[in-house]
T-cell receptor, first 110, second 119 residues
Framework: RKEVEQDPGPFNVPEGATVAFNCTYSNSASQSFFWYRQDCRKEPKLLMSVYSSGNEDGRFTAQLNRASQYISLLIRDSKLSDSATYLCVVPEGGRRALTFGSGTRLQVQP | GAVVSQHPSWVICKSGTSVKIECRSLDFQATTMFWYRQFPKQSLMLMATSNEGSKATYEQGVEKDKFLINHASLTLSTLTVTSAHPEDSSFYIC???????????????FGPGTRLTVL
């Protein structure tokens, strides 16, 4: 089983739609989680951090389910500018290195 | 926010040559820098972890003699791809962490990446 798994998509949604991505992780000891956004040919940019049960920032909500070992990202009222690949990221235990999921591609259409 | 730069942003070289990529933290001191590689339609894969003043720690399967990493100061780390071959063509991204708390909680700031094409 991969350490971090994501549905690669693509998710094609109309503007204004609500879309959710899931990510599962294998290390039950993981304490923190991140969602990054990566645009084509660009570096990843931190979108949200999740340390407890969840986090909300405007149209974006991240939720953590430790029992089932998954993290979700919910995007409400999708904008065209939300089109990107969303990476689920889990730190590697005691190290500072990050394990990236393969990413979920979102395409918001007009 | 913290800024990390990379140079060059893209490079094209002939097979067999060596390429050096620089990663700089512009407004903070990076105690740890990470080098990642990303092939098309794949996610970032960690290559090595570099701590200032010490030898880099390489991930399994990454040849340390081929990918030379130097972290000589708190603001600069370099990755040299020696004797580059077409299969080394990839997007190389560095990240820098300046936290002193240790562990996984320190935020990593990513450079803009360097696109290497080996002909």
């Amino acid at each position: 089983r991969k350490e971090v798994e994501q549905d690669p998509g693509p998710f094609n949604v109309p503007e204004g739609a609500t879309v959710a991505f899931n990510c599962t992780y294998s290390n039950s000891a993981s304490q923190s989680f991140f969602w990054y956004r990566q645009d084509c040919r660009k570096e990843p940019k931190l979108l949200m951090s999740v340390y407890s049960s969840g986090n909300e920032d405007g149209r974006f909500t991240a939720q953590l389910n430790r029992a089932s070992q998954y993290i979700s990202l919910l995007i409400r009222d999708s904008k065209l500018s939300d089109s990107a690949t969303y990476l689920c990221v889990v730190p590697e235990g005691g190290r500072r290195a990050l394990t990236f999921g393969s990413g979920t591609r979102l395409q918001v259409q007009p | 926010g913290a800024v990390v730069s990379q140079h060059p942003s893209w490079v094209i070289c002939k097979s067999g040559t060596s390429v050096k990529i620089e990663c700089r933290s512009l407004d903070f001191q990076a105690t740890t820098m990470f080098w990642y590689r990303q092939f098309p339609k794949q996610s970032l894969m960690l290559m090595a972890t570099s701590n200032e003043g010490s030898k880099a720690t390489y991930e399994q399967g990454v040849e340390k003699d081929k990918f030379l990493i130097n972290h000589a100061s708190l603001t600069l780390s370099t990755l040299t791809v020696t004797s580059a071959h077409p299969e080394d063509s990839s997007f190389y991204i560095c990240s820098a962490s300046g936290g002193t708390g240790g562990g996984w909680a320190d935020t990593q700031y990513f450079g803009p990446g360097t696109r290497l094409t080996v002909l």
